[in-house]
Nanobody
């Protein structure tokens, strides 16, 4: 069993930055692809970013490309999502998800992920 816990959400003004963290516990973090998803009120959950188990491959939704960066420190079982130039439309509950995967694999569909965190709220005021 793998536990996934997000942290770092909060309230920020438009144009500001936040850094989310995702800590996995249980089996070795280096065996898991990790994805970030978000869900705004009244909307479906959407893909934000993904990173391979090695950290060598990342992929972003067009809506966040150039503003968000995901990275990982497998020694600390931690994946981060650095969010900059935040916009009110980035307001959502952000989820981290993990799935066993080969070293250079990424997953971009929510149905690909087996383990999910509880989510952390990000609110961007205008």
């Amino acid at each position: 069993q793998v536990h996934v816990v997000e942290s770092g959400g909060g309230l920020v003004q438009a144009g500001g930055s936040l850094r989310l963290s995702c800590v996995t516990s249980g089996r070795s973090a280096s065996n898991y692809a990790v994805g970030w998803f978000r869900q705004a009120p009244g909307k479906e959950r959407e893909f934000v970013a993904a990173i391979s188990p090695s950290g060598g491959i990342t992929y972003y939704a067009n809506s966040v490309k150039g503003r968000f960066t995901t990275s990982r420190d497998n020694a600390k079982n931690t994946v981060s999502l650095q969010m900059s130039s935040l916009r009110p439309e980035d307001t959502a509950v952000y989820y981290c998800a993990a799935d066993p995967a080969p070293e250079q694999a990424i997953r971009i569909f929510s149905t690909d992920y087996e383990f999910w965190g509880q989510g952390t709220q990000v609110t961007v005021s205008s």
